[in-house]
């Protein structure tokens, strides 16, 4: 019903700016709990951030002061604006929404790749 597709991801420096956009088709998702979250090789995914259909933001320890997600219901998107990027941050992104009744994303995008430099 819901499809996400992520874009923005690209390489740069240490310190440098990024922001990916999770476009949605399918049905709009003002109602939904949209999040990023991302991979590493070899690593578990986490969550990145996450905000509800009512604008309430939440952010790991990690990103908090750095990133900033923000959602635009008109267009139907999702966005991770990225400062201060560090090369830690280096991972595959994902974007993921889900019903407030529903205890885990179950909508998926095809992720990403976002490489910090040093």
């Known amino acids: 019903q819901v499809q996400l597709a992520e874009s923005g991801g690209g390489l740069v420096q240490a310190g440098g700016s990024l922001r990916l956009a999770c476009a949605a088709s399918?049905?709009?998702?003002?109602?939904?709990?949209m999040a990023w979250y991302r991979q590493a090789p070899e690593k578990q995914r986490e969550l990145v951030a996450a905000i509800t259909g009512i604008g309430i933001t939440n952010y790991a320890d990690s990103v908090k002061g750095r990133f900033t997600i923000s959602r635009d219901n008109p267009k139907n998107t999702v966005y991770l604006q990225m400062n201060s990027l560090k090369p830690e941050d280096t991972a595959v992104y994902y974007c993921a929404g889900r019903r407030i009744v529903a205890e885990q994303y179950y909508y998926w995008g095809q992720g990403t790749q976002v490489t910090v430099s040093s």
């Open positions: 399918g049905r709009p998702i003002s109602g939904y709990n």
